[in-house]
C-alpha cells in the first residue's frame, strides 16, 4: 500500500477517529489514560494506535515507562492537502446538470 492509501484505510475506522481527535485536542496524554477515556481494552486500543502509527499518522513517545501519542503534523498536513488539492481540481457540478 502507498502511504495515501494507508492514511485513508487508518480514517476508516471510528474507533480510530475518535482516538485521532482525542490524541490532538489532548496532546501529551498517557496511552493507558486515553484508552480509559474512550472505554478501550488496552489490547483494542494498542491495535488501533498500530494502524494509526503504521499510516504515519500518529508516533509514540516513550516517556520513561510511559507511552504517549502524538500526531505526526506533516504527515497529517499531506493529508489535509491532498483533500483540498481534490477540491480545487473539481468542477462544481449542480443535481441540475447531472444526467
Known sequence: MDDMTRMFHALGSRPRLNLLNHISASPRTVASTIA???H???QTFSYHL??????GLVRRIKVG????PSLRNSEVTKLSNFLLDLLSNNEYASEKDIK
Open 65 to 68: 515507562r510511559y507511552t504517549v
Open 36 to 38: 480509559k477515556q474512550l
Open 40 to 42: 478501550m481494552e488496552l
Open 50 to 55: 498500530s494502524i494509526l502509527e503504521d499510516a
